[in-house]
Every structure is written in structure tokens, then in C-alpha cells.
């Protein structure tokens, strides 16, 4: 299996500042996920990290909002730029090993 | 591309009760299934994953998939109320990795 953890927990920022989020897995892992969950609702993928490359973002995501990084195969964080109200979310970083997949236990932003 | 639904949006039975769960997709190709509980916003806790048509238990907890009908069902042996959460299905995009959500059925648990 695979251990995800993400820092922070929970964050609360002013809009128009810009905040980062961590995930790392307690062992090396091809490709790591990024999801976003709006209260009550249902989680959307963002994008998809591999070590050494871009990240490739799904449509509504782009790249000048949440850069990605995945500098190693333990460890990505997602930046949300520019953090809006309508950022407020849960976000959960993601990844598999075989045909099973982990989740981490998300980070909560609240955007002011 | 895969579509994902949920039904029903939500649902409440008495304690003891089968509760069941349904989940509908769109792409027949897909081979990885999850059904996930979520309490109150909180994390994601993987209850049954399923890979091939048939029927996976897990506790009380049973999963049926149907590929060709496009449908898998959760079923929730005697439930108690600290089962009272969100039930989530995903269902892989294709045999990928990546994985689409449904919208969640609310469970409510009466004791």
C-alpha cells in the first residue's frame, strides 16, 4: 500500500495571495493525482503529476492557476495562485500502486 | 469520455436495514471500481474495490458490478448510524489510472 500526507491540514488566506500545498507518499510512486471537492459535492480531477514532467491538467485547470511540481517520485505540490472565494475547497492529493489507488487526507482552504 | 451518476441523491433507512447504492457509467471499459465513504467532508475511506464483473465483499459492505449493464451497486449489511456519511463510486477512466467520481449518495442511518 501507499501513505499519502499533506500539509497543511487546513489553511485560511486572503484573496489575491498564493498558497501551496503538499504531498508526500512514503514511497516512490509513478504518477501522483490532484483533486478538488467543493463542499457536498464530488471530487474533480485537476491534474496529473509524473516526476520530470509537466503536469498534465484536465479541462478547467490550467497551469497558470495551480502550477504543479513533482520533482521526485516521493513528493508534488499543487500552488493555487491568485486564491478566490471560489478556491474554497478541499483538495486531496492522490496516486496508485498496482490497481489500487490512495488518497491522502486533503487539505482544507478557506480563500477570504 | 466517462460519466459518472449516482442514485439515489439521498437515502435513509432504519438501523439494521440493507441500505442500498446505485452508481451508472458511461464507458464499459473501465476496470477499476471504488465505492469510498466520506464522513462530514472529512477524508476518503475505501469500503470495496472491485475489478471484474461479479460480487466483492467486504464486512458488510458488498459491491455487484455489471460491465455490460454499465452499473454497480454498494449493498450496506445491517447499518448502524456511525454509517451515516456520503457513499462516493469511482470508476476509472478506460483501464487508466485516472478516476471519475459520482456526486455521492447521502446515507442516513435511524437507530
Known amino acids: 500500500s501507499v501513505l499519502l500526507y499533506q500539509k497543511p491540514n487546513r489553511d485560511i488566506c486572503q484573496s489575491g495571495t498564493s498558497l501551496k500545498i503538499q504531498c508526500v507518499a512514503d514511497?516512490?510512486?509513478?504518477?501522483m493525482f490532484w483533486y478538488q471537492q467543493f463542499q457536498e459535492q464530488s471530487l474533480m480531477l485537476m491534474a496529473t503529476?509524473?516526476?520530470?514532467?509537466?503536469?498534465?491538467?484536465e479541462s478547467g485547470f490550467t497551469k497558470d492557476k495551480f502550477p504543479i511540481s513533482r520533482p521526485n517520485l516521493t513528493f508534488s505540490t499543487l500552488t493555487v495562485n491568485n486564491a478566490r472565494p471560489g478556491d474554497s475547497s478541499i483538495y486531496f492529493c492522490?496516486?496508485?500502486?498496482?490497481?489500487?489507488?490512495?488518497f491522502g487526507p486533503g487539505t482544507r482552504l478557506t480563500v477570504l | 469520455q466517462q460519466k459518472v451518476q449516482q442514485s439515489p441523491e439521498s437515502l435513509t433507512v432504519s438501523e439494521g436495514a440493507m441500505a442500498s447504492l446505485n452508481c451508472t457509467f458511461s464507458?464499459?471499459?473501465?476496470?477499476?471500481f471504488r465505492w469510498y465513504r466520506q464522513h462530514s467532508a472529512k477524508g476518503l475511506e475505501v469500503l470495496v474495490s472491485?475489478?471484474?464483473?461479479g460480487e466483492k465483499e467486504e464486512g458488510r459492505f458488498t459491491a455487484h458490478l455489471n460491465r455490460a449493464n454499465l452499473h454497480v451497486s454498494l449493498h450496506i449489511r445491517e447499518p448502524q448510524p456511525s454509517d451515516s456519511a456520503v457513499y462516493l463510486c469511482?470508476?476509472?477512466?478506460?483501464?487508466?489510472?485516472?478516476?471519475?467520481f459520482g456526486s455521492g449518495t447521502r446515507l442516513l442511518v435511524s437507530p
Open positions: 503529476a509524473n516526476e520530470g514532467s509537466e503536469a498534465t491538467y
Open positions: 514511497s516512490q510512486v509513478v504518477s
Open positions: 469511482a470508476v476509472s477512466i478506460g483501464g487508466g489510472y485516472k478516476v471519475v
Open positions: 472491485i475489478f471484474s464483473d
Open positions: 492522490s496516486s496508485h500502486r498496482g490497481r489500487e489507488q490512495y
Open positions: 464507458d464499459g471499459t473501465s476496470n477499476n
